[in-house]
């Protein structure tokens, strides 16, 4: 069975650092990229950028570059989204998903709550 | 970068009625590649449609899409209780990938 399993909660103050990740297992993980995508309130769904796991090349939404690090360990399965220094706007529901190209499952989120 | 307009904001039918949900790309979708996925409060987004037409696997066969270029529909024939919830459609043919920004059904 194919699952993305994603990383618990997180609260964290503003400046702080945090990695989350998104671990593949029930099929081959290097055979499809990983995206990741923001869910908030206000926006919506946003694409943040993906990683193909085999060769660790990644593209970003120029929305977010700059912000966000997205990077992948092949040899344990995982994906990773990191922030060097968050801010209250990171407030956010942050799926994984797998796709190449067709989008057919994704992580069941992690919150991530940025706050003073 | 690809702006999808998603109609109606919201829909309130009953069961067994036939709900269509529009969605218009400001640009053509490159190769048709326009997803359809239910979200519903507190999971993830399910994929329902993938190029335009063709249902993802366990999608009953209520649900249809069609469509091309700009405009694109996903229909659902005959509205169960449990297709209630947020639907959402995304393009995956250009960078950066966008969604619209959803039709909410309601079921009275």
């Known amino acids: 069975e194919v699952q993305l399993v994603q990383s618990g909660a997180e609260v964290k103050k503003p400046g702080e650092s945090l990695r989350i990740s998104c671990q593949g297992s029930?099929?081959?993980?290097?055979?499809?990229?990983i995206s990741w995508v923001r869910q908030t309130p206000g926006k919506g769904l946003e694409w943040m950028g993906r990683?193909?796991?085999?060769?660790?090349?990644?593209i970003y939404n120029p929305s977010f570059q700059g912000h966000v690090t997205i990077s992948a360990d092949k040899s344990i399965s995982t994906a990773y989204l990191q922030w060097s220094s968050l801010k209250a706007s990171d407030n956010a529901v942050y799926y994984c998903?797998?796709?190449?190209?067709?989008?057919?499952?994704w992580g069941q989120g992690t919150l991530v709550t940025v706050s003073s | 970068e690809i702006v999808l307009t998603q109609s109606p904001g919201n829909l309130s039918l009953s069961p067994g009625e036939r709900a269509t949900l529009s969605c218009r790309a400001s640009?053509?979708?490159?190769?048709?590649?326009l997803g359809w996925y239910q979200q519903k409060p507190g999971q993830a987004p399910r994929l329902l449609i993938h190029?335009?037409?063709s249902r993802a696997s366990g999608i009953p066969d209520r649900f249809s899409g069609s469509g091309s270029g700009t405009d694109f529909s996903l229909t659902i024939s005959r509205l169960e209780p449990e297709d209630f919830g947020m639907y959402y459609c995304?393009?995956?043919?250009?960078?950066?990938?966008?969604f619209g920004g959803g039709t909410k059904v309601e079921i009275k």
């Open positions: 998903a797998r796709h190449g190209p067709t989008w057919d499952y």
């Open positions: 029930g099929y081959s993980f290097t055979t499809y990229w």
């Open positions: 990683i193909d796991p085999d060769d660790s090349y990644t």
């Open positions: 640009q053509s979708v490159s190769n048709d590649f």
């Open positions: 190029g335009a037409s």
């Open positions: 995304q393009q995956y043919g250009s960078s950066p990938l966008t």
